[in-house]
T-cell receptor, first 115, second 114 residues
Framework: DPKIIQKPKYLVAVTGSEKILICEQY?????MYWYRQSAKKPLEFMFS???????DNQTASSRFQPQSSKKNHLDLQITALKPDDSATYFC??????????????FGPGTRLTVL | GDSVIQMQGQVTLSENDFLFINCTYS??????LFWYVQYSGEGPQLLLQ?????NKGSSRGFEATYDKGTTSFHLQKTSVQEIDSAVYYC?????????????FGQGTKLSIKP
């Protein structure tokens, strides 16, 4: 059974629209993350959450807003979509962000294409 | 700032060849280092990790040694198989440990000819 669920797997959007990427983890972890992978850049850290609190935000734009309604959920809302936002977005989780060496488990990703 | 560098974008080998993928890092202190593997259509998964406490990691026939002197963390495997075809990422925890941020290299795509 998948431990990290990301929905949808593929997403096509038009420029200027808004989309929400869903992530749920069933690993009992306390920390969750979003990363982005595009043709231009490798895996790029976006956000980290711990116990549903934002710990780090490395995105330059406020168009990207994580939302944590439950401890095991971390959705990503993207507004005013641009073609440059086209990428695969990965959700990840770990037992605890603070302690060294804790493995981050990645979900299968949502591939977003903005036309 | 913190960075991880993988110069080899692509490596093509035959089965049973020796694999060596370069990775160097730049940061202050001695970070925890990782190798992740990403198979086609999947998310990255941890292959191995190393801290200064143990200096060497190994998993599934892959090995990596932490060299603080040269700030390197190369990945090696004695004899690759076709199932090893994937993209390999070297990664490092960010300097601010509390944030849990992983910094990834550019990735090395390994293709194995049968």
């Amino acid at each position: 059974d998948p431990k990290i669920i990301q929905k949808p797997k593929y997403l096509v959007a038009v420029t200027g629209s808004e989309k929400i990427l869903i992530c749920e983890q069933y690993l009992g972890h306390n920390a969750m993350y979003w990363y982005r992978q595009s043709a231009k850049k490798p895996l790029e850290f976006m956000f980290s959450y711990s116990y549903q609190k934002l710990m780090d935000n490395q995105t330059a734009s406020s168009r990207f807003q994580p939302q944590s309604s439950k401890k095991n959920h971390l959705d990503l809302q993207i507004t005013a979509l641009k073609p440059d936002d086209s990428a695969t977005y990965f959700c990840a989780s770990s037992q605890d962000r603070r302690l060294g060496g804790y493995e981050q488990y990645f979900g299968p990703g949502t591939r977003l294409t903005v036309l | 700032g913190d960075s991880v560098i993988q110069m080899q974008g692509q490596v093509t080998l035959s089965e049973n060849d020796f694999l060596f993928i370069n990775c160097t890092y730049s940061t202050t202190g001695y970070p925890t280092l990782f190798w992740y593997v990403q198979y086609s259509g999947e998310g990255p998964q941890l292959l191995l990790q190393v801290t200064t406490a143990n200096n060497k990691g190994s998993s599934r026939g892959f090995e990596a040694t932490y060299d603080k002197g040269t700030t390197s963390f190369h990945l090696q495997k004695t004899s690759v198989q076709e199932i090893d075809s994937a993209v390999y990422y070297c990664a490092m925890r960010g300097t601010n440990y509390n944030q849990g941020k992983l910094i990834f290299g550019q990735g090395t795509k390994l293709s194995i000819k049968p």
